[in-house]
């Protein structure tokens, strides 16, 4: 029979990543106090490339992001980077399907791609499959194991999955990558997973 877990309020898993090469939109000559004007954005455009500007486009919220997106993808520019992203803004659109594909053409092009394997985990752990969804968080973990956000994820399905054991070493990892304000997220969680796994070895001994 198996186990069930306690999840709080705060254990909701974390959402998309998106990729970012470098901070586009930053003017490294003042403070981001204020808006910069359009005329200055338009310009710091004109340098970057087009995986760039769609990025920068992104972030801020444009509208013209997919299309952007997708000319950077038809000239060959962060081939990879761009259909996940292009996959986390179909996703916010409602669109599953596509957002699927776009992160799995994304490991087409890169099978090591981390944001890909995270935000496709995302996805799968939003259908329900929660199988699918471990592998890809454990695939997105071995590639980048300084993010925290994968292992805390990886928790939540590892309990789903009843792998207790697992789960708590997740989300200890988490919380020694993050700041002492942000692992108090996982404390009752973690609390909960390892009261679970107590009860469970003293019924049914070691594992």
């Known amino acids: ?21 470098r901070a586009v939109a930053e003017n490294p000559d003042q403070l981001s106090l204020f808006p910069q004007p359009t005329a200055r954005i338009l310009e710091l455009a004109l340098d970057l490339s087009r995986f760039e500007q769609a990025l920068m486009s992104d972030e801020r919220g444009d509208s013209k992001a997919a299309e952007l997106y997708e000319r950077a993808i038809e000239e060959g520019d962060c081939v990879a980077d761009a259909y996940c992203n292009l996959g986390i803004i179909e996703s916010q659109k ?10 799995t053409t994304s490991l087409k092009h890169d099978a090591r791609h981390s944001e890909a394997h995270y935000n496709l985990g995302n996805l799968y752990f939003d259908a329900n499959d929660f199988r ?20 805390f994820n990886l928790a ?10 697992a789960a708590v070493t997740a989300l200890t990892k988490y919380q020694n ?18 009261k679970t796994l107590a009860a ?6 070691p594992t």
Do not use: W
């Open 94 to 103: 409602g669109n599953t399907t596509k957002a699927f594909d776009c992160f």
């Open 200 to 205: 469970k070895n003293s019924r049914f001994g």
């Open 156 to 165: 939540l399905v590892q309990a789903i999955n009843n792998d207790l054991a």
């Open 132 to 151: 699918l969804a471990q592998m890809h968080y454990e695939m997105a973990v071995e590639v980048d194991p300084s993010f925290p956000n994968v292992y």
């Open 177 to 194: 990558l993050v700041s002492a304000e942000e692992a108090q997220n996982a404390d009752e969680l973690l609390l909960n997973l390892r």
């Open 1 to 21: 029979m198996a186990q069930i877990i306690k999840f709080p309020g705060q254990a909701s898993k974390f959402g998309f990543k998106r990729v970012k090469k």
